[in-house]
């Protein structure tokens, strides 16, 4: 009988396979950041995680979303004319959650060590956005008040078209001229330095799925230590 690779001979393989996949997109990764602070990567996440967040992300009830809020503290709240999105954190109770953790973890030591970051934690949330929903131009993090230094963003859309609109658009560090235009496609990852890249969310016209995460580091920032979100 001809030798037949075992299953765990076959996920042995694939996952050094991955590995290798995602050593040559970290790094693809750190360059962009350190040379322009920002990056876009189409079919980015590895095809199993891809379809097992998406899956969640789609299983995930209404109830699970939360309307999203604006500002941190007592600023905190909700403001429908700036975003509409409804979000639920990643806390890693399910397996597709601490896959990606997992992943991100991977991510973070990887820049850590080509980039000198001293990233430190990191926290995400899916966000749906139903048709029509928007988050105005924004940025994640306001120079000297906040320790998220990196933002990340991914889609979980598949056969999304340019006409689903739904763009992520992106504008130089004043926030005067747009510099890229990403349609938010399942697999494609963004990561931008948080306190120096504006964006915008389109209107999209069927719903969409992102996650949005951050990096942080450790340090404590105003009167307050280190608010965990
Ligand atoms: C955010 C954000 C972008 C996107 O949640 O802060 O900018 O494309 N998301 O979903
Ligand atoms: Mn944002």
Redesign the pocket.
């Known amino acids: 009988m001809p030798f037949q690779p075992n299953e765990i001979d076959r996920d042995v393989e694939g996952a050094s396979a991955d590995t290798e996949r995602n050593a040559k997109l970290f790094s693809e990764v750190a360059e962009a950041i350190y040379s322009k602070g920002y990056c876009i990567v189409e079919d980015a996440l590895p095809a199993k995680l891809l379809k097992s967040l998406s899956s969640h992300a789609q299983q995930l009830s209404e109830s699970q979303f939360n309307l999203a809020g604006v500002g941190r503290g007592v600023e905190h709240g909700k403001h429908n004319d700036i975003r509409q999105d409804s979000i639920a954190w990643i806390n890693g109770e399910t397996k597709a959650e601490s896959q990606w953790l997992a992943w991100t973890e991977v991510l973070q030591d990887s820049l850590n060590q080509r980039l000198f970051l001293g990233l430190f934690s990191f926290e995400s949330h899916f ?1 749906h956005y139903k048709a029509g929903d928007f ?1 105005k131009k ?1 940025i ?1 993090a306001f120079r000297g008040q906040s320790n998220r230094k990196l ?1 990340l ?1 991914t889609y979980l859309n598949e056969d999304w078209s340019q006409d689903n609109r739904g763009e ?1 658009i992106m504008f130089d560090e004043k926030g005067e001229n747009e510099i890229e235009r990403v349609f ?1 496609k399942a697999g494609t990852l963004v990561v931008f330095l948080s306190e120096e890249v504006p ?1 915008e ?1 389109m209107p999209a016209t069927r719903d969409r799925f ?1 996650i ?1 995460g951050w990096f942080r580091v450790n340090n404590s920032v105003g009167d307050g230590v280190d608010p965990p979100r």
């Open positions: 966000a988050y924004h994640d933002s963003v992520l938010p964006h969310v992102s949005a």
